[in-house]
C-alpha cells in the first residue's frame, strides 16, 4: 500500500480551521518550524489561535502583520514558547536577517508557526512542515504535508 503523505481537510467555519489546528498541535513535540502557506484571508492565524489552545495557551492570538514575531508561553510537557511570526512586510533578505530568527529556529522548546514564510525557505537547515491553506466559494481547504 503506498503511504499517506498528504492529509487535505475542509473547513467550513473558524472553529473547524480551529479545531484542525488543535488536532495537529496535539502531533508537536517542539523544535518544529511550521510554514503556513496561503492567501490573505484563509485562516492562517485563525489556525494558530487553535494550536496555541491545544499547547495549554489561555490568552488571545493576534495577528503578527505588524509586530511581525508574537511569542506566547506553552503549557506542555516538551514546549514552552509558541512563536508566530508572519513575514508578509518583510520585503528581502537584510530585513530578515534583522529578525534574527536564526536563534528561535533552534529551540527544541519551542515550536514556530509562519505566515508568508518564502524569504526564509533557502535559510532553513532542517525541513519545515508545512500546512497549506486555500479558499473556493468561501470552503477552506487546509492540506497538511
Ligand atoms: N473556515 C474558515 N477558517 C478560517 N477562517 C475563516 C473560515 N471561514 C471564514 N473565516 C474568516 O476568514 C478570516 C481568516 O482570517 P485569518 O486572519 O485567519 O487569515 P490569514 O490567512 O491569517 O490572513 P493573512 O494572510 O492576512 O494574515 C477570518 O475573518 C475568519 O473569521
Ligand atoms: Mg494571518
Do not use: C
Not at 55 to 75: C, D, E, Q
Amino acid at each position: 500500500m503506498t503511504p499517506r503523505l498528504n492529509d487535505s481537510t475542509a473547513s467550513f467555519s473558524p472553529n473547524q480551521t480551529k479545531q484542525i489546528a488543535e488536532d495537529f498541535a496535539k502531533t508537536l513535540k517542539g523544535g518544529e518550524v511550521i510554514f503556513l502557506e496561503g492567501e490573505l484571508g484563509t485562516g492562517k492565524t485563525t489556525f494558530v489561535q487553535g494550536a496555541a489552545k491545544a499547547l495549554g495557551y489561555g490568552g488571545p492570538v493576534r495577528s503578527p502583520t505588524f509586530t511581525i514575531v508574537n511569542i506566547y508561553p506553552a503549557s506542555h510537557e516538551t514546549i514552552k514558547k509558541i512563536v508566530h511570526i508572519d513575514l508578509y512586510r518583510i520585503k528581502n533578505k537584510s530585513e530578515l536577517s534583522a529578525l534574527a530568527l536564526e536563534e528561535l529556529v533552534q529551540d527544541p522548546n519551542s515550536v514556530m508557526f509562519i505566515e508568508w514564510p518564502s524569504l526564509l525557505r533557502p535559510l532553513l537547515k532542517t525541513k519545515p512542515k508545512r500546512i497549506i491553506f486555500e479558499e473556493t466559494n468561501s470552503v477552506r481547504k487546509i492540506e497538511i504535508i
